[in-house]
């Protein structure tokens, strides 16, 4: 098990910035890939970023490239996610997830997930 925890949503303004953490409590987590994924209310969950474990892979969504990015403090078991230019469409639950490798997009890839941080951009 990887336990996570995200931190760090809230509500804002469109235009403004915003930076989720995402905590684990292994030892083993700067081994593993991370990712962010979102899901809005009656839309399916979809990817946003990840990284791999040695940080020198990343992947995003065509929707947030160049307003997003993802990076991770393998000291402190903790991966990132620097939103800016946010707009209301990228308002819903964010999750972390952690998986075994491969920056993919699917979440079936990634088997630990965290409990999700709400993001709410006000227009």
């Known amino acids: 098990q990887v336990p996570l925890v995200e931190s760090g949503g809230g509500v804002v303004q469109t235009g403004d910035s915003l930076r989720l953490s995402c905590a684990a409590s292994?030892?083993?987590?700067?081994?593993?890939?991370k990712a962010w994924f979102r899901q809005a209310p009656g839309k399916e969950r979809e990817f946003v970023a990840a990284i791999t474990g040695s940080g020198g892979g990343t992947n995003y969504a065509d929707s947030v490239k160049g307003r997003f990015t993802i990076s991770r403090d393998n000291a402190k078991n903790t991966v990132y996610l620097q939103m800016s230019s946010l707009k209301p469409e990228d308002t819903a639950v964010y999750y972390c997830?952690?998986?075994?490798?491969?920056?993919?997009?699917?979440?079936?890839?990634?088997?630990?997930w965290g409990q999700g941080t709400q993001v709410t951009v006000s227009s």
């Open positions: 292994t030892r083993t987590f700067s081994y593993y890939v």
């Open positions: 997830a952690a998986g075994i490798s491969g920056a993919y997009s699917s979440p079936s890839r990634y088997p630990y």
